[in-house]
């Protein structure tokens, strides 16, 4: 009687959400793996079985490490300074400073425009506005365009990521360092904790949660960059900004290699799911229980 | 209390300012933009009193779609589309490819997903890539006698319908030119590269520092401007792909390939004059339109396709711009010094797989219409605005620069050649340019990476 029971509630709330994941996420994700053993184009009627070809590809394609490599690059820069800039002004926003609210909506502001208009407002800034307020004040920084110098370009990418980044993760905080007991924390001040200690061996390990979630969200979001990447610079100058995602994009469907780009998508699909799997497993390993 | 009131009223402040906004509407905006609203457009009259088309009644009711990649002239297409629908009952839905998405990319996954359009406008490579596996057989059209020279075949059959004749070259403002000299000046009159340079020099004395602008973006440097080395080899399509199996076999040496290292030298002429040399990767695309009509400038390497750019910056269709060749050399026999390239850009490809027989020959007689029809051959170029390369179009394109190109079409002042090359070419190699141009790699580096990227091509 209970298990038919539960059959049907199995199929009533369980079975159309499965459906739906298995039918955009699931089935398209086997099928892209089968489609690196394969020569298709994209367009032609026969796959042919090609083995492991693709894949030899992905290795010669220097262009592809390189860009593997600036994403780690970029990944490590834009995760930890919007973790710890969240994370400072989260703390600084949960502590009733005046017109706190203002700020929070303000800071979460960035996020809710979207990767493409953001690149070409950026753009804008970086090649129009900075330009003219280096030739009305001379100052060297701001003499050319930071999008024409690969380091100054690089670090328009983290900056701008930071930008979007931030606000996301400071909601994220804020929520965390709401959350935490006031009991708990008297307890500590009565304990004689204070500053740096409390927040080293009280706040910190309350919040691992919360950091847990940043740094995942921000792990994966940083390795997938696509849209600030490609309004922002679009690779420019001459393809040194150009991070994974965009190369695997060019790659399928620029050079027309499908093959070897999905190769590449599968390679990097397994690396970014190996390094946030190893992070969710390690910082879920330090939250404690208040 | 009184915080509430004072929140009321700041609300409703706001509220009513945004109101205020919205309903004016904002009359801020750059010069260039090219979605701005407030802008007037003016409507080319087209006479519709004569047709002497026989349109086939049972077409009528006919629904067939039309992908288009050519976003200046989506406007332009849904009147001419418009117009056709009412003469023959056959409904063409126009489908624009958004920004950003490549025609290729948009075709295929159209495909992918069993509803492709009946029509699209394609580049060239992207018909030579499917036209075997998808493309309706044209070679019968009746129009293809009138396109004689500027056809695509593929293995004997004619699977395309090309659509206007695009050229490049370094467009000029005369009446700055002029206005700087103080003389008349004549285009013919510059024949070489030297006196090219002459010229140069003289608008640098009278007040022009910088007198050219140039493009960073990869497909201006990497298809238009290095593509003229493949084209000028003989200033045939033959020629270019001559050229191109040569490179990839290995027969050919780039480093002491002529056209390469006289295409180098005014590329550095060019690089010399450019107005952004101070930072010529951070030169933007708008701003050279505006400096060319403003008269900061003098020269723009460019196509026709960049009037709509100059017109938004102030340019009036009466006002003198046109072509100077892309000299290579001071040999005044040398086309290439005589000629500029002009030649077929955009290819319309029907489909031949899913596409019903009704909708393939409705397809194929809103083509034929474009071409026969006397409403058809007049939206061509007074709507679109663009170069039909079939003969038995009477009409003349009106912006300097279509005019231009089509007056020397005409007196055989254009060489009509374009390379096939790989999609990723302007991509990659466009990459190789932007570095050569912002000086951080030479002639060797350059010439290393074209040969490079030929020899990786299967």
Known sequence: MKSKNSGKDFCMFALPGMFCFFAVVIIPFVYGVYLTLTDWNGVSKVKNFIGLKNFSGVMRDGQFWTSLLLTFKYVIFVVLIVNVLAFAIAYLLTRGIKGQNFFRAGFFTPNLIGGIVLGYI????????????????????????????????????????????????????????????????????????????????????????????????????????????????????????????????????????????????????????????????????????? | MGKRIMKKVISSGLVLALAVTMLTGCRFGFASDPDDPNEETKEVPIDTSVDTFEYDTSLSGTSITLLNSKAEIQVALEKMTAEYEKKSGVHVEVMPVTDGDSPYTKVVSLYNSGTPPTASILDTTDVIALAEEKAADLTEEPWVAEAEGYLTEINGKIYSF????????????????????????????????????????????????????????????????????????????????????????????????????QFLDTFDILKKYNVAKGDPLGADYDEMAIDLADGKTAFWFNGNWAWPNISEAGASEEDAYGFLPYFLNDDKSDFANQKIQASPSKQIMLDGQIATEKEQAAAKEFLSWIVFSEIGQQMMVKTCNIIPPFKNNPYEPSDPLSADIYTKVHEDKAFNASAIVPNDHWAVLGASMQKYLAGRSDREELTGDIQKYWDEQE
């Open chain 2, 162 to 261: 090309p659509l206007c004749i695009e050229g490049r070259g370094i467009i000029y403002n005369k009446a700055v030119i002029e206005k700087a000299l103080g003389e008349s000046f004549d285009p013919a009159s510059v024949t070489t590269q030297s006196e090219f340079v002459e010229l140069l020099d003289r608008l640098v004395d009278a007040g022009i520092k910088k007198p050219v602008s140039m493009a960073k973006e990869d497909w201006s440097l990497g298809a238009h401007q290095l593509q003229y080395i493949y084209e000028t080899y003989e200033g045939t399509s033959e020629g270019a792909q001559e050229i191109i199996e040569d490179i990839k076999a290995g027969k050919v040496d780039l480093s002491s390939y002529d056209r390469l290292s």
């Open chain 1, 122 to 290: 950026w753009q804008f800034v970086f090649s129009r506005v900075f330009v003219s307020i280096g030739e009305s004040t001379g100052w060297k920084l701001f003499e050319v365009s930071w999008l024409s110098d690969p380091t100054n370009a690089f670090i328009a990418l983290v900056v701008v990521s930071v930008w979007q980044l931030s606000g996301y993760m400071i909601l994220i905080y804020v929520a965390g360092f709401m959350g935490l007991s006031e009991d708990v924390m008297e307890a500590a001040s009565i304990d004689g904790a204070s500053g740096f200690v409390k927040l080293k061996s009280i706040i910190m390990p309350l919040m691992m949660s919360s950091i847990t979630i940043c740094l995942f969200l921000t792990l994966s979001r940083a390795f997938m960059v696509y849209d600030v990447n490609l309004s922002l610079t679009a690779g420019a100058p001459y393809g040194t900004t150009e991070m994974a995602a965009m190369h695997v994009y060019e790659k399928a469907f620029t050079s027309r290699q499908f093959g070897v780009g999905q190769a590449e998508a599968f390679i990097l699909f397994i690396i970014v799911a190996v390094i946030s799997g190893l992070q969710v497993y390690f910082t879920k390993k330090q939250e404690v229980e208040a």
